[in-house]
């Protein structure tokens, strides 16, 4: 009995130590699941959020047993099994061609930051504005707040009684700084002719409008370090493109069908 058991366990520390070789976090009827293939599949299945280990674990077991299944029914020979994988090797080796192009050709800080001060050379700082509105049904109104104020109405007081827009009419009309990109474009308009402290009308989606400006400054455009990954990342599409330009270039291609 005490041969039979030590056989036992020397066939069991083989066995372990063999998949120890590889680092195997799982064993599926007999093949290992690696710690790469774990990080590797982590890296994918995360997204940016954690995910339990044994829910990584037990779907990695789950693939293993899928793709063992499907080798037993012999579904690689299928001739959909081999065209999806001659698809699948076509976008892996465009990925490792643009891949293998970057990294013969990287965009250094240096780069960067030259198309940076480019960029920033020819850019014009966008103005914001400080406004207050009253909104209203019709144009009429409007014109009727309008003469309200030159008569000297309290605007802040006329807002909070006949305002529409029940978030600004609590706060006096105030919006506070407002940049183009969040404004109505008829709004926008009749702010960019307005001098300081004077008044205008204007028509949106949304109704009539009393604007005052209060005041104008400049946006300060952004710090080098705050757009270089934007910066990067639309130099690389430049640079794959220009990529793929040239293998056109030194090409043969003959269009049979138009």
């Known amino acids: 009995?005490?041969?039979?058991?030590?056989?036992?366990?020397c066939i069991l520390l083989i066995s372990l130590n063999g998949y120890a070789d590889v680092d195997a976090i799982a064993v599926v009827n007999g093949k290992p699941i690696t710690q790469q293939?774990?990080?590797d599949y982590a890296k994918t299945r995360k997204g940016g959020n954690e995910v339990d280990p044994k829910k990584l674990i037990d779907e990695l077991v789950q693939r293993e047993?899928?793709?063992?299944?499907?080798?037993?029914?012999?579904?690689?020979?299928?001739?959909?099994?081999?065209?999806?994988?001659?698809?699948?090797?076509?976008?892996?080796?465009?990925?490792?061609?643009?891949r293998n192009y970057l990294d013969k050709n990287p965009l250094t800080d240096a780069k960067?930051?030259?198309?940076?001060?480019?960029?920033?050379?020819?850019?014009v700082a966008?103005?914001?504005?400080?406004?207050r509105h009253i909104q209203l049904e019709t144009e009429a109104e409007a014109q009727a707040i309008i003469k309200e104020l030159e008569n000297d109405k309290d605007f802040a007081t006329i807002a909070k009684d006949k305002s529409t827009d029940a978030g600004s009419a609590n706060q006096g009309g105030e919006l506070g700084?407002?940049?183009q990109s969040i404004t109505e474009?008829?709004?926008?308009?009749?702010?960019?002719?307005?001098?300081?402290?004077?008044?205008?009308t204007a028509k949106s989606r949304f109704g009539w409008h009393v604007i005052q400006l209060n005041d104008v400054r400049a946006i300060e455009l952004p710090k080098f370090e705050e757009v270089k990954e934007?910066?990067?990342?639309a130099m690389q599409s430049q640079q794959m493109q220009d990529y793929v330009n040239q293998l056109l270039k030194n090409a043969k291609v003959e269009i049979i069908k138009k």
Do not use: C, H
Not at 1 to 9: A, D, E, Q, V
């Open 112 to 123: 960067l930051k030259q198309e940076y001060d480019k960029q920033l050379k020819d850019a």
């Open 230 to 233: 934007r910066i990067r990342n």
């Open 37 to 39: 293939a774990y990080d």
């Open 177 to 179: 700084w407002i940049s």
């Open 126 to 131: 966008p103005n914001e504005y400080q406004v």
């Open 1 to 9: 009995m005490f041969i039979r058991t030590g056989l036992l366990s």
């Open 65 to 98: 047993l899928l793709t063992q299944d499907a080798i037993k029914e012999k579904l690689e020979q299928l001739p959909e099994f081999t065209e999806k994988l001659e698809e699948t090797k076509s976008r892996l080796l465009m990925a490792m061609a643009i």
């Open 185 to 200: 474009p008829e709004f926008w308009s009749a702010i960019e002719k307005l001098e300081k402290g004077k008044y205008a």
